[in-house]
Structures are given as C-alpha cells and as structure tokens.
C-alpha cells in the first residue's frame, strides 16, 4: 500500500468525484513545481522549473485509469562537445491505480496467490500520488544521448578543442612507424652535441697548457 498521502501535495490528486461509477471521466490540468532529481545524470528538468499536468481520470472496475501528459523544461549538456542546452520536454504516460478491494486483488486471494505484485499502485482513501508515474514518464521520454545538434562534431581527441568552434582545426599527424626513429635520431643528435662539446673542452684545455 501507498504511504499515507497528504492531499495538499501538487501531485496527490482526488477521485471522489468519479465516484466509483465505471465510465465516469474527469479532465483536470495542473501546474506544479518539478520534484527534485528529475532525469538522468546528462539532462533533466530544473528544480525549480514548472510542470504543466493534463490528465484524464476514468472510473473502472478495478480502479481510476489515469491517462496524461507532462510537459517541461530540460537542461542538460551535450555528450558531444559538453556545451549546455536547453530543450522542451512532452511526456505522455498511463497508469492504473487501483482500489484497495478491487475484485481481481479478491481472486488472487482465493486462488492462494499471496504474493502482490510489486509494480501495481493503489488508492488510498480516494487519493493517488503521481509522483512516481511522472518520474518513470520523464525518464523514459529523455534522450539518453543529448546532443546540442545532430551534426555536433564534438571536441578533438587531441587537444579537447571545440571542433564546431574550428572547421580547420587538425594537428599534424605523425606516422607511428617513424616515431620510435625520430626517438633515436634526436637521442643520436643530444649524443652528437655532448661530444661535440667534450671535444671543445679538450682543445681549450690543451691551448691553455
């Protein structure tokens, strides 16, 4: 069962008003403000953004059928080229709720199934709590993979640069088979200078004597 709901809660909704009557509907539509943490690690909307809410309650056997739309402000960064961006979020979502006594919970009883199935949410007292539907509807409409545009070329594996900032940028490329040569040519050329150097030292010693 629920935790006890507090129905001054903007997500906590009453449907008293369907009265229990199977085809009965109710529309409502909602501003609340997001809860926190809501989306993924790369994009979400803001704490302090609002939630636009509309939603159709219909009264069936086993419960309130609750069919919506959530829309709301994303900001994230692109996985790309890191840059921040913002984008417009429609999430639509449907979910039962169901009575407490509702008939099927009956038959699973006489059938010995005592086993409620963890996924299934009820009313308490008439009232639901949409929190839980809206994070799953969030995070299921959220681009795993956000980009600030479809041809981003993202940042050089060289020197992290912005490649949208720098058509042109490149870095001279060097064959890996010649590196190992180029090594040895400039270690050749150090040992090369030393001698040089030594040798000098020689000849000055000698013009002094």
């Excluded at 302090?48 to 919506?68: N, Q």
Aim: with cysteine.
């Amino acid at each position: 069962m629920n935790a006890r709901l507090d129905h001054r809660n903007p997500l906590v909704f009453d449907t008293h008003e369907l009265g229990r009557r199977p085809g009965t509907l109710q529309r409502l539509s909602r501003s609340v403000k997001a809860p926190g943490d809501l989306g993924i690690e790369v994009i979400g909307v803001p704490d302090d953004a609002t939630v636009e809410l509309d939603l159709r309650l219909e009264s069936v056997m086993e419960g309130v059928l609750v069919t919506g739309t959530a829309r709301a402000p994303l900001t994230g960064e692109c996985v790309r080229c890191l840059e921040p961006l913002e984008r417009e979020l429609d999430a639509d979502f449907q979910e039962m709720f169901s009575y407490p006594d509702a008939d099927v919970r009956s038959r699973e009883a006489e059938s010995g199934d005592d086993a409620e199935d963890e996924d299934t949410l009820f009313l308490e007292d008439g009232l639901f709590d949409l929190e839980p539907v809206l994070r799953d509807a969030v995070v299921l409409a959220l681009p795993l993979q956000p980009v600030c545009r479809e041809d981003c070329p993202g940042l050089c594996s060289e020197c992290g640069a912005r490649l949208a900032d720098d058509p042109d940028h490149h870095h001279d490329a060097v064959d890996a088979r010649w590196a190992a040569l180029q090594g040895l040519a400039e270690t050749v050329k150090g040992g090369e200078k030393d001698n040089m150097s030594g040798a000098e030292a020689g000849v000055d010693e000698k013009q002094e004597k």
